[in-house]
């Protein structure tokens, strides 16, 4: 059984994913083991098997819900009742300590892998907030400070040294321990718990990336304190005396700060309890670990289960450790309820830590007086075994102080001494440690042997001493077993030694290939650089040929852009002269397709009033050529009437004076006979035309008594007629000679028209061609810029893939030059290991050595003593 006070929890981890890569299949080996029978306890198979007991021992498979129901819920119960109570995870680096703590990355009280303080913050808290507390009054406080073998640091202080308040602590004469300039936060939800605990973890990253794994040990508390207000009345009748914990009473940390309750009269009493979680660190566990870095952290964890007063002092020569004892003493001690978890790696190559850490803890269960322990004595505790041979020397000198006496002591105590003497021996036989040491051994033995008659029969001669003689028979019969054990052993040893020269001897080959492999790849970064010499001239010389390119490509570039008027030397201006210049040859030819299109449709539209002015001109020369043919006939026809009419007016003339003749008239009116001739023709005239359809000429050449006068007004009549004719067929020869006017004009304009259409022709013939050359041109400065693109691209995809070529080969040359490098680490670190390792061997045998054969001859001397006997 183990106090009741202190738990030793077991947590063996499981290999991380990384470690399932980087370490070598054979150290990966798991070396310890439970069972279901012994659930308690954790065999580990190193050198040889070895059984260690714990209060909880959980496999790698236990989840920290489980971890943490087991045991810690039934800790947090006891900080409610009171009592202080300190969950302490130590082990070796990287063994799962800050991750059970649930320290070791982003915390989260939703996450199911979240450690325990998330866990235990939430548990509290929820505690707080329950209907069954809801009467008392609660206040939480917490700090969270880490301690490394420097200093101490506040990880909820400001990141800055110098405003920082340092922090002391002073152990005080009552085993309090006082601190100073620690920071404590009130919190009052989960929320603000986690967001406090998260901000001193993002600080404790910091400190570590700080110290750069400076620090041999570190260590990380985080504290709560609670404090509780629970009403107790004066009466007592409420008072249930279960509600006072222990630590109120031990540590009399109750505080009555009076208040007068109007119902029941009482005293409000304030109980504090605090809960610690410890993060206990140190490196390193694996090597020689000095003893200035194991002893402080040996002390914590031995003194765990003592009482406060009980727990020893630390030895102030431990100077860079004295922080971690004095503090951890007030967290470990007295009434405190302390859960010890010890965690481990279950990897054959930390199997030495996982030992030291396993010894630790039992260690701890053995202070607690009542664990019982599986463990066998240990053939490598060199240091425990010079202890018992010291011890042993002592009590050989004792008795062979009191030898003279001998005879007086009691037979039982004498015997007592004595088996314990020669288990003393039969126990350092275990370290003979090679044939030489064994040989000598079983010479002595045998000398033994032969002496044992004499020695026999002198001692017969001394009656007392019968038993001592058959002691020394059992003895020596002991002896032999144990020399055949130690030989057994030595050649084990042997056997380890000869595999460790086979390793030196394998690490030496190694080591030659390796100086092989290093020349071979010193030949080939040789052949390398070389290479990246050739490379570089060739570099050299594509950078001279394209230098020496350059005035070519200049020219080039300066003639298209003469051609072109860039005046742009640069490619990039260039490209981008071209490419503006194309975009104005292309404005310019979208322009002119423009206007082009403009001429051609004025074109067409004067075709198509060339066209109308032609049909108009046809139309109207046609209609001329009717009008002037109608006109010419009735000008005819006008002249055939007027002809006629002359005919017959010549007629009637001719008619009236042969009239005149036929009559005879008056010689008085013959003076007016001319008048009256003209009246008369003119009458005649008017009459015929007035009757020209009714009264034909011939009938009125028989109107005899038509008179002169009529015929004079007739042939006015037909004088004027014939004038208003005359005067048509001028107005009619004006019209046709307009008329001809005008076709000439047209024919003229006609002429002006097609003029025009030709001239037009032609411009739109040069415009067409002034087009296809602007677009051959265009075209072929397209042509120039692609293939000025298309060269520099080319120069530059050249160049670019000589520079990747390079900058991979420097690549390569860096990677094998590294990974080279690693591997000569890689082997000399083997070397030095197996050389430590040799040394170590050598130095235990030696040291075995010396002290069998200081036994040896302490037991040839005790020979002789008991040969005088
Ligand atoms: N039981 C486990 N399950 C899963 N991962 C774990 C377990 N224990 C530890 N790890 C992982 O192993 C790594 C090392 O764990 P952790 O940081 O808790 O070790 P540590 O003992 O606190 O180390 P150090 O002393 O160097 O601070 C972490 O990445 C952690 O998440």
Not at 575 to 595: D, F, P, R, W
């Amino acid at each position: 059984m183990v106090s009741s006070n202190v738990q030793i929890a077991l947590r063996i981890r499981a290999l991380s994913a990384e470690e399932l890569l980087s370490v070598p299949a054979r150290l990966q080996k798991n070396v310890l083991s439970t069972t279901p029978f012994a659930p308690n306890q954790v065999i580990v198979q190193g050198e040889r098997k070895q059984v260690f007991s714990f209060d909880n021992v959980f496999a790698p498979e236990v989840s920290q819900k489980e971890i943490y129901d087991r045991v810690v819920m039934n800790m947090i119960d006891k900080v409610i009742e009171g009592y202080n109570v300190t969950i302490l995870s130590y082990g070796h680096a990287s063994s799962g300590k800050s991750h059970t703590l649930g320290i070791s990355d982003g915390v989260s009280y939703t996450r199911e892998s979240k450690g325990i303080i998330p866990r235990a913050m939430s548990t509290l808290i929820s505690y707080i907030n329950s209907a069954q507390y809801k009467k008392r009054k609660y206040s939480m406080r917490i700090s969270f400070v880490e301690i490394n073998d420097e200093k101490i640091i506040d990880l909820l202080g400001e990141d800055n040294d110098k405003i920082k308040p340092q922090i002391l602590i002073r152990d005080e004469s009552n085993g309090q321990i006082l601190w100073s300039g620690l920071q404590e936060i009130k919190v009052n939800s989960l929320e603000e718990a986690i967001n406090i605990l998260s901000r001193g973890m993002l600080n404790r990253q910091i400190n570590t990336s700080k110290l750069n794994n400076r620090s041999s040990h570190r260590h990380t508390i985080f504290s709560v304190t609670l404090s509780q207000q629970k009403f107790i009345p004066v009466n007592g009748d409420s008072v249930n005396s279960s509600n006072l914990s222990p630590s109120m009473l031990s540590n009399k940390q109750f505080s009555g700060s009076k208040e007068i309750n109007k119902q029941y009269e009482g005293d409000w009493v304030t109980v504090t309890s605090k809960l610690h979680f410890v993060d206990l660190s140190w490196k390193d566990m694996d090597k020689d670990i000095p003893k200035s870095v194991i002893l402080p952290i040996s002390h914590v964890i031995s003194n765990l289960g003592k009482k406060t007063e009980e727990v020893s002092e630390v030895p102030r020569s431990i100077s860079n450790a004295q922080n971690c004892p004095p503090i951890l003493k007030e967290y470990l001690g007295g009434n405190a309820k302390v859960l010890v978890i010890s965690c481990v790696s279950p990897a054959a190559f930390q199997v030495k830590e996982t030992i030291n850490t396993l010894e630790l803890a039992t260690q701890a269960r053995n202070n607690s007086d009542t664990t019982v322990i599986h463990q066998e004595i240990g053939w490598h505790n060199v240091e425990h075994l010079q202890d018992l041979v010291l011890k042993l020397r002592a009590e050989v000198k004792a008795l062979q102080g009191n030898e003279p006496n001998s005879l007086n002591t009691p037979v039982n105590e004498k015997q007592r001494r004595r088996s314990s003497i020669l288990a003393n021996i039969l126990v350092n036989g275990h370290l003979l440690q090679n044939e030489k040491d064994s040989t000598n051994l079983d010479d002595k033995i045998s000398s033994i042997s032969q002496d044992l008659p004499k020695i026999l029969e002198g001692e017969a001669l001394h009656q007392g001493l019968g038993p001592i003689i058959e002691e020394y028979e059992k003895s020596i019969l002991s002896l032999e077993n144990q020399l055949s054990h130690v030989r057994a052993a030595l050649a084990y040893s042997e056997n380890a030694l000869r595999l460790q020269e086979d390793k030196l001897k394998g690490a030496e080959e190694t080591n030659k290939q390796n100086v092989h492999t290093i020349n071979d790849l010193k030949n080939h970064i040789s052949k390398l650089k070389e290479r990246k010499e050739t490379t570089e001239s060739y570099i050299k010389d594509l950078e001279a040929k394209l230098e020496s390119l350059e005035p070519e490509h200049q020219k080039e570039k300066e003639i298209i852009n003469s051609e072109l008027n860039i005046p742009d030397n640069k490619d990039t201006k260039l490209i981008k002269s071209y490419e503006n210049k194309l975009e104005q040859s292309q404005n310019k030819v979208v322009t002119m397709t423009k206007s082009i299109k403009d001429l051609k449709r004025s074109l067409e539209e004067k075709n198509d009033k060339y066209q109308k002015l032609e049909e108009r001109f046809s139309k109207q020369k046609k209609n001329d050529e009717k009008e002037k043919k109608y006109l010419v006939e009735e000008i005819e026809s006008r002249d055939n009437m007027v002809a006629e009419l002359g005919k017959k007016i010549e007629n009637l003339v001719d008619e009236i004076t042969s009239l005149k003749e036929i009559q005879t008239p008056n010689s008085t009116n013959l003076t007016n006979s001319s008048n009256l001739t003209n009246s008369f023709v003119e009458q005649v005239i008017s009459k015929e035309i007035i009757s020209e359809s009714k009264v034909s000429i011939t009938g009125k050449e028989e109107e005899s008594e038509v008179s002169n006068a009529e015929l004079l007004v007739a042939i006015q009549k037909l004088h004027k007629r014939l004038a208003k004719f005359e005067e048509e067929a001028t107005q009619n020869q004006q019209l046709i000679d307009t008329l001809e006017a005008t076709l000439i004009e047209n024919e003229d304009n006609l002429i002006a028209a097609n003029k025009k259409l030709s001239i037009l022709q032609n411009r739109e013939d040069g415009l067409l061609k002034q087009i296809k050359a602007l677009n051959s041109r265009v075209e072929e400065a397209n042509d120039e810029v692609e293939n000025a693109k298309s060269d520099l691209h080319s120069t530059k995809q050249t160049m670019e893939r000589t520079l990747v070529e390079e900058r991979k080969s420097k690549e390569n040359l860096k990677f094998q030059l590294k990974e080279a490098r690693n591997e000569v680490e890689n082997k000399k670190s083997e070397i030095l290991f197996a050389k430590q390792e040799e040394k170590k061997i050598k130095e235990k045998a030696e040291m075995t050595r010396i002290a069998l054969e200081s036994e040896l001859e302490r037991l040839l001397s005790k020979k002789k003593k008991f040969g005088c006997f």
